[in-house]
Each structure stands twice: as C-alpha cells, then as structure tokens.
C-alpha cells in the first residue's frame, strides 16, 4: 500500500445547535452509497445519539472524535483506523463550529478538530427566515475560521431563493454553495431531556433520511464536495499496522457482558474496541428482555435511557436477582449512568412512581428538575478501591438530570476548566458504580485491572 495514500472527508458544522447538521449529514451518507462510496462517519465530542443516527445508514459504528478524552494525537488515531475500509470520511461537528470546551475557548470544538486532522468544513446554514442577511453570517465564519470553511449548504431554504444567493454568496465570501434543503413535512429528529430521540425509537427513521437524501441530492454538486474533500490529510491505514496491536493483552479471552438494549445503549466505540484488543470477548444482553445475565466473568453497564423504561427493568426480577447474585459473589461490575442507576435499591420515574432495582447499592435514584452536572469531567480516585490507586485519574463526561440519595465519595471529580468539583462514585465488592461515562484508554490500567479480576472469576 502508498505510505502517502490519503483518505478524503469533509466535517459537516455549523453556526450553531439545531442548524440540521445530523439530518444532513446522514443525507450526505446515504448520497454517498448510492453513488458508490463507502464512508465512515464520525461525531465530534462524547456525544451518544447522533453516531446511532450514523450507524442506521451505514450499518458499522460511528466513532467520537474528542480532543479532551483521547487527546490530538487520538483524534488522529481514531480517523486513520475508522477509516481502515473507508474511502471518505464524513464528520458531523458539535454545537457551533468555535464551541469548545469552555465558554472563552475554542479548544475541543469542531474547528479544533479540524485543523488537527486537518480536514476541511461544510458549513450548514439554518436559513430559516433569512434572504440577504445570510450572507455576513457567512462571511463572519468565513473570516473567523481563517480559511478552513470550504463550502456551504444552506438549510430550511426555498430553492427559488437558494438559487437566487449562490451567486451573491461566492461572489461576498468566496464559497460555493454546494446544496440547498428546503423544510420537509414531517421530516425532524424530535429531542427529549438528554438529546434527540433515538433512531430506534423512530420506526421511519431510513424513510425521513431516505427523503432528506432525495431532496438534497437535486441540488448538491457532488464533484465539488468531493474535490473540497480530496483536501483532507487523513493517513491511510497501512496493513497489520503496529498502532492498532496492544501488546497487555489479558492472558486468555475473558467474556464480558454488556448491557445493550433500549434502556442501556450508551457507549464509545473506542471503548468497545479497546475492551477486544485486551482479549475481551464481549457479549451483549438485555437487562429488559432477557432472563439472566449470560455465562460471562464480567458486567458492563452502561449509560442510556432506563429512566423510560422502568416498569420493564423493575418487572424483570430474574434479571435483577441474577445481577444482584453476580455482585454478592464478587463478579467484577463497572455501571455508570444509567447502569448506575439501575444498581440502587429503587429508582423513580419521571412521574415521581417508585419501582425496585437491583439492590445493589444503598439508594434512592430520582428525576430533577435540571442538569446536575454537564460536562467533561476527571475521576481521581480518593481511596482505594481495586480499579484505580489513590491518585489514578481516568477522563470522563457527565449529563444526566437523575440523582441519588448517596453518589459515594470513593472519587473526587473535578471540571477540567474552573475551580468546580465535587465527589461520587461507589463500591462494593468489586462493583465500581457512578454518574461519570469513563474513556477507558485515558487509564488503560483501570480496565485491565477489570479484565484481571474477571479472569480469574
């Protein structure tokens, strides 16, 4: 294979939230197969619902690109193996294109990202409402971004009026309006408490998208997306490349079981990955369905929506009495979120009903009225406990509206920007239980340490 052969891709951003970007970008996805292509997709930030939106098109996983979780060198990482049988990468951004970590900067934004991966940008533009007036809206991100926006698709725009612009806009920013979307009737994602509504919950999910596609497919000038993203430096993968190999593998696959259904769905790719390079065989289950956990030395729990489905968790009581059996015997048990939550004694529904849980830990989980922590976040453990040493710190990102009567104290957690941090995180046993989605190969030695103690379950 060329050492030098490059993988072309465009980040898909905008002026900010709510402009159309995933609707968009999954449109783009599926333009893209239809003409032939096979692309990879990839969402800036730890953002959950918008790569399963990707991952409904393509039908392989979407990957996170973020800068404070894996940092640069990361990203990069994660572009060069996402794209391993890919021939273009398509990133959708996160909030507006400067947005970034904290309010003063940009760092962690989607513009941060591209200039690290060195990937040119669409902007989309909600034209909602505007004619003339869109155009130094342009011309604003145009100058800010210092050269890094390559072309525009405007949104929510009439064609008569699209087409009446194009000019005027290259001719004031420089850019080529490469498409334009006009609103369609009944095609939105909806939102709810934590983001857009998942795409399994959407059964015409392909046909709003299929639609979408259509319809920007009339105007979009592909030759020009595809020379902007013939601009990109995206490494190809070389065969059996070395970066891809972890040497600490555990010493025999040890089976792990994941939480994966309706209520527990939130997880980063990279996680999985990393879990299967260290010899991890993972098993998926259903907390909602199923009847017990699997033949498995190990539990993952993970982040999602049980909070929808309580009565359904709560009715499962060979499920709960199975997990409940595995901690009092010592299985290794990482549960955030959500699996937290499905851990406490009894957790209430968003209409204040009280339902039983796993009894697993001492507690009472309960929905707030507002977010009680939002952000990324470092865990730092405070005492000992068998995952991390006092002073260990893995990288994580906190959003959720629930809380319980106790988080535990076994962490402290503290904002990577500001002054602002607080405790949580439980164990008992070897069940290590709390509110933070952890990034597992910011501290590779806490998941090892996992596997270690489920192989010798």
Known sequence: MDDDKKVPGILIAAPGSGSGKTLITCALLQILKRHGYKPASFKCGPDYIDPMFHKRVLGVPSRNLDVF????????????????????????????????????????????????????????????????????LIMGFVDYAKGKIKGVILNNISPMLAEKLKEDIYEETGLTVIGHLASIKDVNFESRHLGLVMPGEMPDV??????????????????????????AQIRKQKENNPETRIDSKVSDAVRIGIAMDEAFCFYYEDNLDFLRKLGAELVPFSPIKGERIPKVSGLILGGGYPELHISELSENKSMLESIKTAAEGEMPILAECGGFLYLQDTVSDMDGNKYGMAHVFDGHAFMTIKLQHFGYVNVTAKSSNPYLKIG??????????????DNGDVCDIKKPVGDRCWTGYKI??????????LYYPSCPEFIKRFLDLAQKK
Not at 397 to 404: I, N, S, W
Not at 428 to 437: E, L, M, R, T
């Open 69 to 136: 979780l894996s940092g640069e060198e990361g990203v990069r990482k994660c572009l060069v193996n996402g794209t391993a049988r890919a021939d273009i990468a398509v990133i959708e951004g996160v909030m507006g294109l400067f947005d970034g970590i904290s309010a003063t900067s940009s760092a962690g934004s989607s513009y941060d990202i591209s200039n690290i991966a060195d990937i040119p940008i669409i902007l989309v533009v909600n034209a909602k409402g505007m004619s003339k007036s869109v155009i130094p």
């Open 206 to 231: 392909l046909e709003k998208i299929d639609r979408t596609a259509d319809e920007l497919e009339k105007s979009l000038d592909l030759e020009k997306l595809l020379e902007i993203a013939g601009k």
């Open 392 to 405: 260990e710190n893995v990288k994580g990102h906190e959003f959720h509206y629930y809380d319980t009567t």
């Open 428 to 437: 008992k046993d070897n069940v290590f239980g709390g509110f933070a989605h």
